[in-house]
């Protein structure tokens, strides 16, 4: 199976790298900086590109893994090429990518960082396909790599998108947070790690509305007051902490 890799950031890097070590040949990386596309290319032994003229044009799938608002100009350089397009993203619909005769998404439900391995075993990929033939393709590909796969329109995966970013972006941002009132009185991160790992354990084995714990869903009034007053030099951090307290409560009236 030949892939033509559109992009060589943290999703395309971790994608190709899958690939490879799962038997597919990557034979072209593109990037608009060459020199990006050659540190990827390198890795994967591939060629890199940085002109979509250059693209080949019988390769199996091309994975076009870019920023969201860069993939419809991307699928637009691609010329007379036959194989299956897809793009990588959770919050962009399949039909951006109407213009070609097969096309689909591929969409990895994982945070990616360059210097962070991700084990594709236990990667769900969501799937959507412009055709029934073209989504079998992409079930046999992504079986290469997971058997996490899911077969997901687009309006859901944009859905699924918004609560993956509940799920870890916002929940890293708190942990930023922590470390910041943490670092300004003198306290270590460290002593944090074991909480945030029983936490997260906790919610793969049962779901998080049922462990749910802290002051708001006891409704301590008197702990939570006292929380407010210690964070009332920094407002934001008081505005944060009282709307999800409150959220808290609603949720669990």
């Known amino acids: 199976m030949k892939i033509v890799c559109l992009g060589a950031g943290n999703v395309a890097t971790h994608m190709a790298n899958a690939f490879k070590e799962n038997g597919a040949e990557i034979t072209q990386v593109w990037s608009r900086d060459l020199a990006t596309a050659q540190a990827l290319a390198l890795q994967i032994g591939a060629e890199a590109i940085s002109d979509l003229n250059d693209v080949e044009t019988f390769a199996d799938l091309y994975l076009i893994a870019v920023k969201d608002d860069a993939i419809a100009e991307v699928a ?22 109407q213009d070609h005769k097969d096309y689909g ?3 990895p439900l994982q945070t990616f960082s360059k210097s962070q391995p991700i084990d594709f075993i236990h990667v769900p990929l969501c799937l959507e396909a412009n055709t029934e033939e073209n989504m079998t393709s992409l079930q046999m590909i992504a079986m290469k790599l997971t058997p996490l796969i899911y077969e997901v329109e687009s309006k859901k995966r944009e859905i699924l998108h918004v609560a993956g970013v509940f799920a870890c972006n916002f929940v890293n941002h708190l942990y930023t947070l922590s470390h910041e009132i943490l670092k300004e009185n003198a306290l270590d991160f460290e002593m944090l790690r074991p909480l945030i790992m029983e936490t997260a354990t906790k919610v793969q084995e049962a779901l998080p509305e049922q462990v749910q714990t802290g002051p708001a869903i006891r409704d301590d009034i008197k702990t939570i007051s006292k929380h407010e007053e210690l964070l009332s030099k920094t407002p934001h951090l008081q505005d944060i902490y009282r709307n999800l307290s409150n959220s808290i409560k609603k949720t669990h009236s």
């Open 105 to 107: 998404v591929f969409y």
């Open 76 to 97: 637009n350089g691609l010329k007379k090429i036959n194989g299956i397009v897809v793009h990588t993203s959770g919050a962009t619909g399949m039909d951006v990518l």
